[in-house]
């Protein structure tokens, strides 16, 4: 069975079609990336999935239960870390148990291992100000992970951050979001970064959006970046692309 489906989930404001006859699906576990230019509807198709916004039209379906404009267990990480900075690091990560009512100790017997396993042991109790960039991220895609959600949602998760940074964030945060089996779905202009964190890549198209290429992707590849294969994936995401571009 397929973990989340849409089907023909299509949206306008003002008479303006933004996305329109969208469809998709994949198994739980993936990393599913979505491509495209700014403002064709990415950010509106991750609020309706995430229950922010309503579909005009469309079903959306999770472990084959129609949720379709029902609240869901989603956690959405936006570009920006948005780490209270009058909290540690700890307090910070542990923000979905207090919504929850869960009392601190316990909350932090769940975090404290997850911050371990992950590397941040030792600045658990740092305040945002005193983390770099690339920490403050691992520290947000933590809470994100601790959400305990059916789906993890992540508008360019990346965008913010120098090369190099990214370079040693994405081993981490595939380390991470395979750990619990963890189904993931962000956005992203990077062509690159898609190929290498994904599992699946759709393509949109100009407005009203939709998808123009689904690309199912074999990363288990020795040396991947520097593969053939990765190269393949480069040349047709890139054709795929400027046929777009030259048609608009």
Known sequence: MDYIRLENISKSYDNIGIIDDINFSFKKGKIVSFLGKSGVGKTTLFNILAGFEKADTGKIFLQGEDITNKKKNISYMTQ???????????????????????????????AIP??????????????????SGGMKQRVSFIRAYLKESDLMLFD??????????????????????????????FITHDINEAI???????????????????????????NFRTSNEFLLYYKEITDCLKKYLEEN
Request: glycine share 2%; with cysteine; aromatic share 12%.
């Open 80 to 110: 920006k870390h948005l780490l209270l900075p009058y909290l540690n690091v700890l307090d910070n990560v542990c923000l979905s148990f207090k919504i929850k009512g869960i009392n601190k100790k316990l909350a932090y017997e769940k």
């Open 114 to 131: 997850i911050l371990e396993k992950f590397g941040l042991s030792q600045h658990i109790n740092k305040y945002p100000n005193e983390l």
């Open 156 to 185: 360019e998760p990346f965008s913010a951050l120098d090369s190099i940074t990214k370079e040693s964030i994405y081993e981490w945060f595939k380390q991470m979001i395979k750990y619990e089996n963890k189904t993931t779905v």
């Open 196 to 222: 290498y964190l994904s599992d699946k890549i759709y393509i949109l198209s100009k407005k009203p959006a939709n998808i123009v290429l689904s690309l199912d992707i074999n990363n288990n590849v020795e």
